[in-house]
């Protein structure tokens, strides 16, 4: 089964606009949660991450949500180019069992229009 | 240049032809995985390594085998490859199994026919 879950499956947005994804997780013992972007033809890379401890985190245009008692997260990118079209993954991991073991959501294809 | 690479890129073979993806990395990382990546479901992790000689199932082994008889190179192997295994697959590496980050190869499209 699906251990996270992840909405839109895809996503169109205006050049300067907010772009939402987001992520619902199941496993409470999930301690790390990655965004990795991945270009056509490209392997996944990580672009920004959180832990528990926090709720939000930003870097840049990019910031992650996150709500541990709804168990969700969520990647907001302000601004958004056309640069920012690809596929977007959340993840996460259980850190203290499964050393780098990522569990990865469906995958959101985003297209920023010029 | 730090990179993980795989060979070949793209590979068009025939049910039950065996087959080897290598994949090597050059940053001397102690953990390398194997994932595959199909529409609608994301990436998933097919086996995994945490050193020389140590692998283990991920969460869809079947079909596929790997070694790890060196630290750079982590070989995915198809004995008897399916029409349901045509898909995209990279490999990975981290720096050791608790590090967070995990760099990803460029991927190998595979056809099985």
């Known amino acids: 089964q699906q251990q996270v879950k992840q909405s839109p499956q895809s996503l169109i947005v205006q050049k300067g606009g907010i772009s939402i994804i987001n992520c619902a997780y199941e496993?409470?013992?999930?301690?790390?949660f990655p965004w990795y972007q991945q270009f056509p033809g490209k392997g996944p890379a990580l672009l920004i991450a959180?832990?528990?401890?926090?709720s939000e985190k930003k870097e840049g245009r990019f910031t992650i949500s996150f709500n541990k008692s709804a168990k969700q997260f969520s990647l907001h990118i302000m601004d958004s180019q056309p640069g920012d079209s690809a596929t977007y993954f959340c993840?996460?991991?259980?850190?203290?069992?499964?050393?780098?073991?990522?569990?990865f959501g469906e995958g959101t294809q985003l297209t920023v229009n010029p | 240049e730090a990179q993980v690479t795989q060979n070949p890129r793209y590979l068009i073979t025939v049910t039950g032809k065996k087959l080897t993806v290598t994949c090597s990395q050059n940053?001397?990382?102690?953990?390398m995985s194997w994932y595959r990546q199909d529409p609608g479901l994301g990436l998933r992790q097919i086996y995994y390594s945490m050193n020389v000689e140590v692998t283990d199932k991920g969460d869809v082994p079947e079909g596929y085998k790997v070694s790890r008889k060196e630290k750079r190179n982590f070989p995915l192997i198809l004995e008897s490859p399916s029409p349901n295994q045509t898909s995209l697959y990279f490999c990975?590496?981290?720096?050791?199994?608790?590090?967070?980050?995990?760099?990803f190869g460029p991927g190998t499209r595979l056809t099985v026919l």
């Open positions: 959180i832990r528990p401890d926090v």
């Open positions: 990975a590496s981290s720096l050791w199994e608790g590090t967070d980050t995990q760099y």
């Open positions: 993840a996460a991991k259980r850190g203290e069992t499964s050393g780098s073991r990522l569990t």
């Open positions: 496993n409470t013992a999930f301690d790390y």
């Open positions: 940053m001397n990382h102690e953990y």
